[in-house]
């Protein structure tokens, strides 16, 4: 009898295999064509997950909301899923809730950042706060301690830089690694010099955010690859194209009052029913 691989331990395979390009996932739909299109993992994009609900990525979701689609989209999937699981949803008590509810769904990790829960940002703006790097340590070890599965990913986050400078931000790495962290996420870094000497004084695997319109400059995966770093993440890349697209096209259908020089832009009904697997669920 085979023995089923994990998730997470698939997911701690691939960083074995060079740097994992994850683009983010805002529905289980988008999931499915991350999947489809040969992607070996998804993220799950907070920023993506909140903007669908009409909200800006400031914490106003609740914990349950996040993980319910979390569920969607880890079942959805065959490939590994890492979810965003902001600042933990509050303390380091929170943070074991928060571990608890996202394994069970079957994600293969989460992310938490040392961002205030109250003052949660999107991390390319200003404005952010953190908490103390005690207090992430903290959560940090609540998480580890906490989680069933040894090889379930937890993430740590730190937005020190935006706040205090890069060197706190690689001190804080380094207190995270300690408490027991598996993958390091230096957000918002001001250049490609900024992640390599981050790579330098950071012996982890580590992760990087390729989002548009922010604080880092555009990157090439293999670029990160070659400084260092194990997952490249691409959280709005499809939200932001598609809802480009969905206005596009709403305003040609207001123009014109038909859809018909819209359809060589569409998915087709064979197309989607493919993908969600139509007639495999309706035993056809």
Do not use: W
Not at 65 to 72: D, G
Not at 216 to 235: D, H, L
């Amino acid at each position: 009898m085979t023995k089923t691989v994990s998730k997470p331990a698939l997911f701690r395979k691939l960083l074995q295999k060079g740097a994992i390009l994850m683009p983010g996932a805002f529905n289980a739909a988008s999931a499915l064509l991350i999947e489809k299109c040969g992607f070996k993992a998804v993220y799950m994009s907070g920023a993506g997950i909140s903007n669908s609900a009409g909200l800006p990525d400031i914490g106003i979701l609740t914990r349950d909301a996040v993980v319910q689609q979390a569920e969607y989209i880890a079942n959805a999937v065959n490939i590994p899923v890492i979810a965003d699981a902001n600042t933990g949803f509050g303390g380091h008590l929170e943070v074991k809730k928060t571990v608890q509810a996202f394994e069970k769904v079957g994600v293969a990790g989460i992310q938490i950042e040392d961002q205030k829960t109250a003052a949660k940002r999107c991390g390319h703006l200003s404005g952010k706060e953190v908490i103390s790097a005690k207090q992430m340590v903290e959560k940090i070890k609540a998480a580890c301690g906490t989680r069933k599965n040894k090889d379930f990913l937890i993430i740590a986050r730190t937005d020190a830089r935006s706040v205090k400078g890069l060197d706190d931000a690689i001190e804080r790495a380094k207190m995270y690694l300690d408490a027991g962290a598996d993958v390091i996420f230096p957000e918002a870094l001001e250049s490609k010099n900024e992640f390599q000497k981050f790579a330098n004084r950071i012996d982890a695997p580590l992760m990087a955010n390729m989002t548009e319109f922010g604080k880092t400059p555009y990157i090439t995966a293999k670029e990160f690859e070659a400084i260092g770093y194990s997952i490249v993440i691409f959280p709005m890349t499809t939200f932001r194209v598609g809802m480009k697209a969905m206005e596009d096209a709403l305003f040609e259908l207001k123009k014109k009052g038909t859809q018909k020089g819209l359809l060589n832009t569409m998915q087709t009904r064979e197309e989607l029913y493919k993908l969600i697997g139509y007639d495999e669920r309706c035993g056809r």
